[in-house]
């Protein structure tokens, strides 16, 4: 019942955290983007561990991590360091059902936008107070997720929600999704409906007031750049439709349809933006995956 673990882990943040690159565990041929992607940094070098309680059929694991990580950044925002990076999840088991609390708090560096933003302290305090609120130098950055599922066999209902807070030009977001499938011999049809939300994605930035026109200028421009950055935030709604086929032993065929629809000015989580795409609008995505366990 007790689990100690040091090297390179999955932080147990999310529902489906410890088995994510193992398609073959979850219902999808992939978990929900929009609250899975609300971690910049999934991974943690450090240590675990873990501790499982039993009463009858309740079983309550408790599992903390503690290390460092660094990872890419979608949308070419550079990497992602997180240092001191805390987690603790709390799991409770009966019979079909599943709940889970988590909480991670990292120290966030992320300095692709600090060209940028060191242009405001050309502008004195009020440019300065605004570059340190949006840099991402060791801020601390938060994630607390609540998730539950209840699976008899026949069906199965799974949903999570999450709010993550990065004290930096990431911003605020608030994700979540709601799933259902039903078993029928070999195959499981499902439905998902997940979405994302920025919070405070505006700032009126610089005063201009009594500027001279050359600083003027550069101030709007800065401002505009500053809200494009904030509207960026991903937000999007997206309803997917799928089936799995487990044709085989430890094989399953899985075909999923997303219909997404953005934001406005915003991406969504879409990545690899390519030079006059515009932003908002819907995109459907349809993907086939074989995932097979051994």
Sequence with gaps: DISLRVGRTELPVFLFSDSIKVGYTYPWLR???ELYSLLPNTQSDGADASYRMHAGDVSNTLEGNFGNTAQGVPHDRGTAYGNDSLS????IEYR???FRVSYERARLTLSAFDPFLNLFKLF???GIALADKYNSDS???TLEVISASYDPGRWFVISELGHAYYNSILGESTAGYVSAGYRVAAFTPFITYAQETAVGNFDPGLNLTGL???LMAMGAGLNAGLNALLESIPASRTVSV???WDFMKNLDLKVQVDHMRLGSDSFGTLINIQPGYPPG???NLFGVAINLVF
């Design 281 to 283: 609008g819907t995109v």
């Design 212 to 214: 001279p026109p050359a």
């Design 88 to 91: 603790i999840s709390d799991t």
């Design 242 to 244: 799928g089936m799995r």
């Design 96 to 98: 079909s059902f599943t």
């Design 31 to 33: 978990p929900p983007v």
């Design 124 to 126: 004195g305090s009020q």
């Design 139 to 141: 801020k601390i950055a």
